[in-house]
C-alpha cells in the first residue's frame, strides 16, 4: 500500500496515472526539460492549451512537488516555472515516449521534417539524441 498527497494507492502504477492524468501536464514538462520558462512561454509553446487550463495545470504540477514556481519581486511581477528533482527523473520516461513516439510513426505512419514539439530543439536541449 502507498500513501501519497493524503490518498491511498494499491499500486505505483495508480500514483503515476492519478498525477498524469491528462496530455497537459506531460507537454508542460516536456517544456520545462529545456530549461525554467514564464507562463507566456509555456502558453506560446503548448499549441492549444487555453490560459485557464495552464494556470491550473501548473498549479497541480507545483501542488505534486513535480515543478517549481518562483515568483521576483519586480513590477510587473516575474514568475519562472523549472523542474524540481523529483520532475527531472521524469526525463528518462519522456526520452522512452519521444523514442516510442519516432518508431511508431515510422512504422504506422509517416514522419515529415516539421516536428513541432521539437521546433525550439527541447529533444536537444534535453540530451535526447534520436
Given at each position: 500500500m502507498y500513501y501519497v498527497n493524503n490518498k491511498e494507492y494499491k499500486?505505483?502504477?495508480?500514483?503515476?496515472?492519478?498525477?498524469?492524468?491528462?496530455?497537459?501536464k506531460l507537454s508542460i514538462i516536456?517544456?520545462?526539460?529545456?530549461g525554467e520558462k514564464r507562463f507566456k512561454e509555456l502558453h506560446e509553446n503548448i499549441s492549444e492549451i487555453t490560459q485557464k487550463t495552464l494556470t491550473v495545470k501548473l498549479k497541480?504540477?507545483?501542488?505534486?512537488?513535480?515543478?517549481?514556481?518562483?515568483?521576483?519581486?519586480?513590477?510587473?511581477?516575474?514568475?519562472?516555472?523549472?523542474?524540481t528533482n523529483s520532475g527531472e527523473k521524469l526525463k528518462p520516461?519522456?526520452?522512452?515516449?519521444?523514442?516510442?513516439?519516432?518508431?511508431?510513426?515510422?512504422?504506422?505512419?509517416?514522419?515529415?521534417?516539421?516536428?513541432?514539439?521539437?521546433?525550439?530543439?527541447?529533444?536537444?536541449k534535453a540530451g535526447f539524441n534520436s
Open positions: 499500486c505505483s502504477v495508480a500514483i503515476t496515472l492519478d498525477i498524469f492524468n491528462d496530455r497537459w516536456w517544456q520545462l526539460l529545456a497541480e504540477l507545483e501542488e505534486k512537488n513535480i515543478i517549481n514556481r518562483e515568483v521576483f519581486p519586480e513590477v510587473p511581477p516575474k514568475v519562472v516555472y523549472s523542474l520516461v519522456l526520452k522512452e515516449m519521444y523514442e516510442w513516439g519516432i518508431s511508431y510513426a515510422d512504422e504506422h505512419g509517416e514522419m515529415t521534417d516539421e516536428k513541432e514539439c521539437c521546433e525550439l530543439n527541447i529533444s536537444e
